[in-house]
């Protein structure tokens, strides 16, 4: 049996593999302005970003959820890098499976962001 | 005062204004797989469709919860004609907000309903 998930050490976090990925579970994940947020800043960095790096208007254990909401989804791969977990934005799987979404979807996160002078 | 929603009759349903629709809503009324179906059974119609027309594998009331969720995040508009109540998507509204979003969405819906077979 083959399986899209590297073997996985104890310290792996479980994530669906590109063809589990389904669109209303990223719809939902990013449905949340904290998410939407979190997305943003990943897509604009380029690269990883470690969950110590974003400091929201929200509980620690609220960061954790939505990270999680995140990964769980397919839109976010989590790794641990020592005693950081990082982040970073699954594109090559999400252009995959549905092209030109995710730039759309950034692109009119971008455009109320600057409607609501956010 | 002024505002963009027009003059109510009592049988008049609460419509978000254009400016008042947020990505976020819009995001999540799309996040269920019975509302993004509705969704595309409007876009493929161009027009107007009753509520009866769905027929969806949930309960009336949870059919007429999703047509309010589609209607409050500002997805689709709702008037009555007669005793039908009429569903119509509110393209205008979101293409200008969100440029190319709803394309965007509803091409990843089509996508993954051939590649899941629905």
Redesign the interface.
């Known amino acids: 049996m083959t399986t899209a998930v590297p073997a996985a050490g104890s310290r792996d976090l479980p994530h669906p593999a590109r063809e589990e990925i389904?669109?209303?579970?990223v719809?939902?994940a990013?449905?949340?302005?904290m998410r939407?947020r979190i997305v943003r800043e990943l897509a604009a960095e380029g690269g990883e970003l470690s969950c110590s790096h974003f400091v929201l208007p929200v509980t620690k254990s609220t960061t954790t959820h939505h990270f999680r909401v995140l990964r769980e989804s397919g839109v976010v791969r989590q790794t641990y890098r020592g005693t950081a977990k990082m982040n970073g934005l699954r594109r090559a799987a999400l252009d995959d499976?549905?092209?030109?979404?995710l730039?759309?979807?950034l692109?009119?996160?971008e455009?109320?962001a600057v409607?609501l002078g956010g």
Chains 1, 2 share one sequence.
């Not at 389904?22 to 579970?25: D, F, G, N, P």
């Not at 990013?30 to 302005?33: A, E, H, I, T």
């Not at 499976?97 to 979404?101: D, E, N, R």
């Open positions: 389904r669109l209303e579970a719809l939902h990013l449905s949340d302005p939407l499976l549905f092209p030109g979404l730039g759309s979807l692109a009119a996160a455009r109320q409607r």
